[in-house]
């Protein structure tokens, strides 16, 4: 158990060390959904006026909507920076040097994941600072209920990630894959916009967001904010978080998975 915390311990210090010393990142995290909070939900309020529904106790504002959505946008984009920087680390040869210790392949990229969801929350709690100076406030204890659901989503979002870098064999590609996955799987969400109001204008396009992982952890995350449980959200959250670590480690799994291929 020592040598498991020892580990767990390691890579987190190392992950954050290297978050410290990439404080560009930390800004850019920010930036992005900050820009959508000031100056597309500013031009979006009065077309997109959004009806009483679960969470919400009240008619809504659209930036106040897209907050959970936002939230899930950092976790997102750090995911993918995460299997990024695991890429190049395999690139430089210190992922080898990783993957060779005595552990279980396993827990050294659920230690990853954990050190990655760490570096993301910090980033959405600092967002939702911001978020609050522009007056969008939530239930105090909101704060506290939406932190294990921000590490599930982190972690699921995460190991995403992982099991798309398996299949990349160098960092260039990977860049473009990113895009790849990123736009289609915010957008195509209910971060932007309620399920009920897409299927309005397309069925097939509401049915399409519904399967998509993304919707389910920005849906646990809302609810999260204002002191609810949305039980099959979380579920279907950590279901698909199990599947994306599954793969992770099947890719990685130099025996059996991509690894194998690759060699």
């Not at 498991?4 to 995290?29: M, W």
Request: glycine share 8%.
């Amino acid at each position: 158990m020592n040598a498991y915390l020892t580990a767990l311990r390691a890579i987190v210090l190392r992950e954050a060390l290297r978050f410290v010393h990439q404080r560009e990142r930390f800004i850019a995290a920010l930036v992005r959904p900050l820009v959508w909070l000031v100056v597309f939900a500013a031009g979006f309020r009065a077309a997109l006026g959004l009806s009483i529904t679960p969470p919400y106790q009240t008619y809504i504002t659209y930036e106040i909507y897209i907050v959970p959505g936002l939230c899930g946008m950092i976790l997102l984009f750090n995911g993918m920076q995460s299997a990024l920087s695991l890429v190049f680390d395999r690139e430089m040869g210190s992922m080898r040097v990783l993957l060779i210790s005595p552990l279980p392949r396993w827990w050294l990229l659920i230690c990853r994941l954990i050190g990655a969801s760490a570096i993301s929350i910090l980033q959405v709690y600092t967002f939702l600072l911001i978020a609050g100076l522009f007056g969008i406030t939530l239930p105090w204890h909101g704060y506290l209920l939406v932190l294990p659901v921000l590490l599930l989503g982190g972690i699921m979002l995460g190991a995403l990630g992982l099991a798309l870098s398996s299949l990349i064999k160098q960092l260039e590609n990977f860049a473009g894959v990113m895009n790849f996955v990123i736009f289609p799987m915010f957008f195509l969400s209910s971060a932007l916009y309620p399920l009920w109001k897409m299927a309005e204008s397309s069925a097939l396009l509401r049915d399409i967001c519904a399967l998509n992982p993304f919707t389910h952890a920005v849906e646990a995350i809302r609810f999260a904010l204002y002191g609810q449980l949305n039980a099959s959200a979380l579920a279907l959250t950590a279901l698909w978080a199990l599947i994306f670590i599954g793969l992770a480690v099947w890719g990685y799994d130099p025996a059996r998975g991509m690894m194998k291929r690759k060699g």
